[in-house]
């Protein structure tokens, strides 16, 4: 079912890089554009055209400036607000209008017979208990958090992957002949350039982890980052190396891989993201041979996700045969 919807949001995006295929293309800018399409047509069939601008305008807006945490952020506990803070909360209700007038007319039809988004899904969707449905504002706050949650981490998932086929032409013809070996460079991409680098917890009783006694309400980081690159648990571990992933080879194992985390609050939209990204990045490398223009390195910086530290830009030839 939102499959289709991917696969629609891919060609249109792939189209408009075709038509500049002469200009160095901005991957990051374009998979943020795509991700944010597929979240808001696939997952909600939302009339991007109309509602896409304003929030692409406003997801910049927050992360030029919002999204990252300053000296304050730092020293002061969470149960004192900064001035940043409260810019936060106007920000948060400003989103929140936005995403109720982009849900208006979907709430104002009658809900169809078979659903065709994820959007009609969760409209549905009943509590097994209580057979409660969601009301109007917690089905806000779901569509609030998927398309933030969604959207970010698949496009910089897609960016990091084009930039380290860019250096290894023969592996970008193999993923784009080979779905399987496409579905193994997105898995070896989030292990390399995991999006949440890091998870965090705070503990709600003592406990004993490695050796280390924790007391209650201690917060605990756990680093996909640093457990995928990680000496002891994989072979090579800086090498881009998407053979690892390819079925007959061993599973890493379970807590060395886990770029969507793990135990009750593990990624909901997994499946979908790996779908997602593996149809982009067929589609992507099976019209276009990928190249880096210049060679400053790309260098990865913490800021929400696993962002480059600029732009690279990218050469786009049409591939032949
Ligand atoms: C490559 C893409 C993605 C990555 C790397 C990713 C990563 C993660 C991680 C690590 C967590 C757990 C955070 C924690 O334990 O503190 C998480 C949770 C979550 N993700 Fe994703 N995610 C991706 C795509 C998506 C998509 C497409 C959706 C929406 C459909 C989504 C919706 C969510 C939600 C709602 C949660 C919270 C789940 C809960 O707390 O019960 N994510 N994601």
């Known amino acids: 079912m939102l499959a289709r919807h991917v696969a629609a949001a891919t060609r249109d995006a792939l189209d408009a890089l ?3 295929r002469d200009e160095p293309a901005d991957l990051l800018a374009a998979m943020q554009g795509l991700a944010l399409d597929i979240a808001g047509r696939s997952m909600f069939s939302m009339e991007m055209r109309r509602f896409g601008p304003a929030m692409r305008a406003m997801l910049a807006e927050y992360a030029a400036d919002l999204s990252r945490p300053k000296l304050f952020d730092m020293l002061l506990p969470p149960s004192v607000p900064t001035l940043r803070d409260f810019a936060r909360r106007r920000f948060s209700r400003r989103w929140m209008a936005l995403i109720e007038a982009t849900m208006a007319d979907r709430l104002r039809a009658p809900p ?9 899904l969760l409209r549905a969707a009943r509590d097994p208990e209580t057979g409660v449905g969601f009301s109007a504002e917690q089905l ?8 933030l949650a969604g959207h970010e981490t698949t496009a910089v998932t897609l960016f990091w992957a084009a930039t380290l ?7 970008q ?5 080979d779905e399987t070996r496409c579905k193994a460079a ?10 949440a680098f890091t998870l965090v917890r705070e503990t709600i009783g003592a406990d004993t982890v490695g050796g280390l006694t924790l007391r209650p309400g201690s917060v605990v980081m756990i680093a996909p980052w640093v457990l995928h690159r990680h000496r002891a648990l994989w072979r090579d571990p800086d090498a881009f190396d998407p053979s690892r992933f390819m079925p007959g ?15 009750p609050r593990v990624c909901v939209g997994a499946q979908f993201a790996l779908m997602e990204a593996a149809m982009v990045l067929s589609a992507l490398t099976e019209r276009f041979t990928l190249s880096l223009l210049g060679d400053r390195p790309v260098l990865p910086v913490a800021v929400v996700t696993t962002q480059p530290d600029h732009p690279p830009l990218f050469q786009l ?5």
């Open 18 to 20: 075709d038509a500049r």
């Open 112 to 120: 169809p017979d078979a659903p065709n988004d994820l959007f009609d």
């Open 140 to 147: 806000r706050d779901q569509v609030a958090t998927m398309i």
């Open 165 to 171: 086929l860019a250096r290894v032409p023969a592996e």
């Open 173 to 177: 013809d193999a993923v784009a002949r």
């Open 186 to 195: 997105i898995q070896e991409t989030l292990r390399l350039f995991p999006p």
């Open 249 to 263: 080879e061993p599973p890493p194992p379970r807590f060395a891989w886990m770029p969507f985390g793990a135990g």
């Open 317 to 321: 030839r049409r591939r032949v045969g």
